[in-house]
C-alpha cells in the first residue's frame, strides 16, 4: 500500500515538499519552540541550504510561529538542521 506523502510548504522559498523532507518547528502550547515535535502552531523550513541560512529567517519564522523567538533560538535552530541534515545525507 502506498501512502500519500503529506505536503508542507517552506516558509521561505515557498515551495511544497515531502513534509519528511522538511525540519518542523512548533511553538507547542506548553514546551515552547520545538523541533520535529510538540502541538500548537508549525512552520516547517527545508533542508536548502539558501533557506535555513536565511537572514531573515528568524523574521520568517516569527512571523509564520507568531511568537517572539529567542536570541539563542538561532544557535539551537542551526544545531537541529544540521544535525537533520546529516541523518538524511547518511540516508537514515
Ligand atoms: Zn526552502
Redesign the pocket.
Known amino acids: 500500500m502506498q501512502q500519500v506523502p503529506v505536503m508542507r510548504m517552506?516558509i521561505?522559498?515557498r515551495?511544497t515538499y515531502d513534509r519528511k523532507d522538511l525540519l518542523k518547528i512548533t511553538k507547542d502550547h506548553n514546551e515552547g519552540i520545538m523541533f520535529q515535535k510538540g502541538m500548537g502552531r508549525s512552520a516547517y523550513?527545508?533542508n536548502?541550504e539558501k533557506?535555513y541560512s536565511d537572514s531573515k529567517i528568524k523574521k520568517k519564522l516569527q512571523k509564520a510561529l507568531k511568537t517572539c523567538l529567542e536570541p539563542e533560538f538561532i544557535e539551537i535552530f542551526e544545531k537541529e538542521i544540521t544535525s537533520y541534515n546529516d541523518h538524511s545525507n547518511k540516508g537514515i
Open positions: 517552506c521561505s522559498c515551495k523550513i527545508c536548502s533557506c
